[in-house]
């Protein structure tokens, strides 16, 4: 069994009362089959209160109005932990903000960048994110479910991500192009999958390794440079967000602040960007957080395609939320007078709760983006 983990993964460890926010809130927390044998059997002054904070039929902790967690005290602590012991909590508490995507004989770990903390330490980190890899010899327990995996595929996978992450992590040019650029290698290697093509992808990946900046193709790609095929561009994609299930009330004033900016027509929007960028050119921070919000969704979902074939919507998935972050940075930025880190980070891990913390939210911007936006001009 391989596993992979960034090189930062173990500089994780959750702040509890001192977060600014919390991971207990806004999402159902499953629980998995195992925890809820030993909460249905736990025998001790607490049983009463699992017996009540726990739905048995769903599998899940109940939540108040607020959508807070039955188990959350109003300080932001966990009254199992303080109870029954950090050992108790189901895997889904246990593991947060940790992510694993598995793959056969692989294991893909991550910080999900939901959790403030870990999304400081994965976009604040200036030094390129490496990715480790240890080998051991456990037994892989998930063989079976691989019954129809499929390593060639996963194999060019693997290589085109690797060039995928030489190209973002090219910090000689500027972040759009390589935004593009990865969007051009995804729309070329989707269209081999659609043609039953797949021994083409290695030339293609090679030709990228070789010197992507020539073997990129615009026409295959989104233009995220000139501010008019920009607001085009958030201008015909902004509605999907109407199609997703709102996780967090105060979500709704960013898409709101989107919505009010767009409004007011592309001539408003290339002011603001124009100085927005200007701003931007003036903050070390920038460019570092733009390569690691894109390295971090390449490398948790780009491989994820050996299950659905849908390379494109992998790449776009990152390259979308980036853009749409980004815009929602600037509208901050026009209210504020300022951009700062923390901000950005801010934004990014709100964002990533809405996106990423719900499977209906997760599938339906992929098939969107699959189905609405693969068409190469
Ligand atoms: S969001 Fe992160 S830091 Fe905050 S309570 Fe949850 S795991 Fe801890």
Redesign the pocket.
Known sequence: MRTVYPHYYHDFS???DK?P????AGWLIMIDDESMERYEQYVGSFSGRLEKGIDFNQGCFKQDEKKRCSMLNQD?LCNMILNMGENQLCKTCKL??RHVEEFEGLREWSLSL?????AHIVLSCEEPVRFLEERNEDDDPLIDEFDDFDFLLFTELEDARDVIYRIVQDRSQPVELRMQCILSLGSALQTCVEENRISDMQRIVSAYKEDWTSAFDPEESWELTDPASRYDLLQETFSVFDKLELLREDWKEILNGERDMLAKGADHYAKLRRDFVKETETKDFWPVFLENYLMSFVYTYFCGAVYDDWIDSKVMLGVFSLLFTEEFIMNRYHETGKITLEDCENIAYRYVREVEHSDLNLNALEEYLHAVLFSPA
């Open positions: 959750c702040i509890a977060c926010d919390t991971c207990c932001n947060y903000p939901s959790c403030p903390v870990a």
